[in-house]
């Protein structure tokens, strides 16, 4: 059972940087697919980002590329999600999820194991 923490999020104006943390449990994280997700109010979930297992490759919704950037520190255990130039509708529970030896795709990742509790974003003048 892999355990998940996020942190680093709250209240940013727009045009701000946040950098959300994904914390684990798991001493082998590299082996795990990772994904950043969101949920807004009255909106389902949608994945902002994923990387791959053992290095592989990395994704991101459109509407963040370029803004966003998510990235492993390994012997932290932990995947960080950059976001620069922060708009409202940024604004969004963002979770992250871990999957053992998963391989995120262009089409989409969904259906990962362990999910973390969320971390609140606010993107607000």
């Known amino acids: 059972q892999v355990q998940l923490v996020e942190s680093g999020g709250g209240l940013v104006q727009p045009g701000g940087s946040l950098r959300l943390s994904c914390a684990a449990s798991?001493?082998?994280?590299?082996?795990?697919?990772i994904g950043w997700f969101r949920q807004a109010p009255g909106k389902e979930r949608e994945g902002v980002a994923c990387i791959s297992a053992n290095r592989g490759s990395i994704y991101y919704k459109d509407s963040v590329k370029g803004r966003f950037t998510i990235s492993r520190a390994s012997a932290k255990n932990t995947v960080y999600l950059q976001m620069n130039s922060l708009k409202p509708e940024d604004t969004a529970v963002y979770y992250c999820?871990?999957?053992?030896?998963?391989?995120?795709?262009?089409?989409?990742?969904?259906?990962?194991?362990?999910w973390g509790k969320g971390t609140l974003v606010t993107v607000s003048s």
């Open positions: 999820a871990a999957d053992f030896n998963y391989y995120c795709s262009p089409a989409g990742w969904d259906g990962m194991d362990y």
């Open positions: 798991e001493s082998t994280l590299d082996r795990y697919g």
